[in-house]
């Protein structure tokens, strides 16, 4: 790997699952069966955006998986 390369850091959000847990509670909100990481549950921004948002303080976005 080129040096540069290395020294370049990653972000990787992880926003997988079925969101079997909460899924009363985001039913309740969404009204529908929606995974948590796409529902708005504090804002206008689904919990998804919010992690992008706060992940790109840190890194850009065309580092962030």
Do not use: N
């Amino acid at each position: 790997m080129h040096p540069e390369a290395q020294a370049r850091p990653w972000a990787l959000v992880l926003a997988g699952g079925d969101g079997t847990r909460l899924r009363p509670l985001t039913r309740q909100i969404a009204g529908d069966e929606r995974p948590k990481q796409f529902c708005r549950v504090l804002s206008g921004q689904t919990l998804l955006e919010q992690t992008l948002q706060r992940s790109a303080q840190l890194l850009p976005r065309d580092r962030t998986l």
